[in-house]
């Protein structure tokens, strides 16, 4: 059913890229889209008289064109942003027990857990994030920094604007008291 809905999303250009990626350009899109679509509306219904029929004729058929390209752009795409339903909830699954040895303090299991959810979806913003803790929590700064950096290059990194602050203001309180390839040997030996 939810599957479902989110095909609906598809009917209308742009909406599927900003509801379910957070694109800026898909708001672009989706009000190009409206503009043009409108134009169309209003040369067919309000203003016949003052347009030629070719203009109104190319007019819906580049609603037409757009329409249709961005259906088939859309149903190409969504099996990579929304994956299979299993596959989601076993990563919902493996994030959440991330969370867990995050909590508890392991945090080489956490890093091993959300390690493995970014290679199965490297726009896993959350597991990125996460990592990013992970790695101040165990002073590795420079590591955490480099994993803020690529978050935010990802799109949909904005509504993580706080978060990333915050980890920023957290990195530049707490100065690593030893060097990060020694506290990283460190835990390594103590997971073997």
């Not at 989601?88 to 867990?100: K, L, N």
């Not at 508890?104 to 970014?118: C, F, M, P, S």
Request: one cysteine or more.
């Amino acid at each position: 059913m939810m599957r479902d809905r989110r095909q609906c999303l598809c009917f209308w250009p742009g909406l599927p890229q900003l509801w379910l990626r957070g694109c800026w350009w898909g708001l672009l899109f989706a009000v190009t889209f409206t503009v043009l679509f409108n134009f169309a509306l209003a040369v067919t219904f309000l203003w016949p008289a003052w347009v030629p029929v070719t203009a109104i004729v190319v007019s819906w058929l580049l609603v037409l064109v757009t329409w249709l390209a961005s259906v088939l752009l859309t149903i190409q795409q969504m099996p990579k942003w929304t994956g299979n339903r299993i596959e989601r909830r076993d990563m919902d699954h493996w994030f959440q027990e991330a969370q867990c040895k995050y909590l508890q303090g392991h945090y080489l299991e956490a890093e091993t857990i959300l390690t493995r959810l970014i290679r199965k979806d490297p726009l896993d913003l959350e597991a990125r994030l996460m990592i990013a803790t992970v790695c101040r929590r165990t002073d590795r700064h420079n590591q955490s920094r480099h994993s803020l950096r690529e978050l935010e290059r990802l799109e949909g990194s904005v509504k993580w604007k706080w978060e990333i602050r915050q980890e920023r203001e957290w990195l530049n309180r707490n100065k690593p008291a030893i060097s990060e390839e020694k506290m990283y040997s460190k835990d390594l030996s103590e997971a073997a």
